[in-house]
């Protein structure tokens, strides 16, 4: 089943004030039909040591709870 890019986008511009509050944002790359969200982490969330936090609690969390099918968040 493949992931519904619009649910993906709005979860991302749900996160995005946040990470850009510190400096940061993401951007989606892709999706592919296993389920994986492929992400670009840019600005401080690109060399911050809390970003592995950020990708896997943070975004890949809220996109499991929220958009059906989410395998995982990657960035890429």
Request: charged share 25%; proline share 3%.
């Amino acid at each position: 089943m493949a992931l519904d890019k619009t649910q993906v986008e709005k979860v991302l511009n749900e996160i995005r004030p946040s990470l850009q509050f510190d400096g940061g944002d993401v951007e989606l790359v892709n999706i592919t039909d296993d389920g994986t969200i492929n992400v670009h982490l840019k600005g401080a969330c690109a060399g911050c040591m809390g970003s592995i936090m950020t990708l896997k609690g943070g975004i890949e969390r809220l996109m499991k709870e929220r958009v059906p099918g989410v395998k995982e968040v990657n960035a890429v």
